[in-house]
Nanobody
Framework: QGQLVESGGGSVQAGGSLRLSCAAS????????MGWFRQAPGKEREGVAV????????LHANSVKGRFTISQDNAYNIVYLQMDSLKSDDSAMYYC????????????????????WGQGTQVTVSS
């Protein structure tokens, strides 16, 4: 089972931008999907965006539509999350995750679907 390593978090002022990266250290199967989730202190983990790399299809949570964009670099097994127009509500630990067993993915943090998680990267947005 591969690993996922996130990078790119940090502190930024409201209205600023950050780009998160998630590098996967395994051979990609024919059917898989990857996603970004976040969790703020005292809150439940929530889905931010999902991508199906083989088709390029994406899904974004309503709270980030028009501000965040998930994308991929298949040559290097990397998934990105471009975050623009950041708000203080976006402050959280961001986790990269993957379903390497099928292409069944969604915005719910289901552990029976997402079988690999990264260690997380902190994003802090100050107003």
């Amino acid at each position: 089972q591969g690993q996922l390593v996130e990078s790119g978090g940090g502190s930024v002022q409201a209205g600023g931008s950050l780009r998160l990266s998630c590098a996967a250290s395994q051979y990609m199967p024919s059917r898989y999907c990857m996603g970004w989730f976040r969790q703020a202190p005292g809150k439940e983990r929530e889905g931010v965006a999902v991508i199906w790399p083989r088709t390029g299809n994406t899904l974004h949570a309503n709270s980030v539509k028009g501000r965040f964009t998930i994308s991929q670099d298949n040559a290097y097994n990397i998934v990105y999350l471009q975050m623009d127009s950041l708000k203080s509500d976006d402050s959280a630990m961001y986790y990269c995750t993957a379903n390497f067993r099928s292409d069944s993915c969604g915005l719910a943090p289901r552990l029976d679907i997402y079988n690999v998680w990264g260690q997380g990267t902190q994003v802090t947005v100050s107003s």
